[in-house]
């Protein structure tokens, strides 16, 4: 365990909550609450993922990525980000205010989906990331469905 990287969370529970979790911790054999949290979560995110619901990722707002347009340059596109997608306004013709959103696949600069909403493009990139770590091909599959679901 020398040299792991942490980080620290404060959880805010009421008593009743902390009695709960002490005394869960301790039966599961556990040195803190906080440990036996830290154990709850990740089999709360395994168990998520098993039944098929996506992760949420964690967005940064402002992000500078590249973007392949449609007639083959490439621009820098701002918006934002969360590894490996990115979310600009525009489509595959360029920057634009007016055209919707665009996903970004950043490894590999391609357009993913032009959708109506950076919602919309979250939503995509949710459902997309743990199928892209499975099957690329069926990440593309799944864009494509979408886009065509929402013209």
Not at 50 to 56: C, D, K
Not at 76 to 92: C, K, L, N
Not at 111 to 122: D, F, N
Request: hydrophobic share 45%; net charge positive; charged share 25%.
């Amino acid at each position: 365990m020398a040299g792991m990287k942490v980080s620290v969370f404060n959880v805010r529970g009421s008593v009743e909550q902390s009695a709960r979790w002490k005394r869960a911790a301790e039966a599961e054999g556990y040195a803190s609450a906080g440990s036996w949290l830290a154990y709850a979560a990740d089999a709360y995110l395994k168990a998520r993922a098993r039944a098929g619901r996506p992760l949420p990722l964690a967005w940064r707002r402002f992000g500078r990525f590249r973007v392949a347009m449609m007639d083959g340059a490439e621009i820098e596109a701002r918006g934002a980000v969360s590894w490996p997608f990115g979310i600009f306004r525009g489509s595959g013709y360029g920057a634009h205010l007016n055209h919707g959103r665009a996903l970004v696949h950043l490894p590999s600069k391609r357009i993913v989906a032009t959708l109506g909403s950076t919602r919309e493009c979250k939503a995509l990139a949710a459902e997309m990331a743990p199928v892209l770590l499975r099957d690329e091909a069926g990440a593309w599959k799944l864009a494509e469905l979408r886009e065509r679901e929402r013209t």
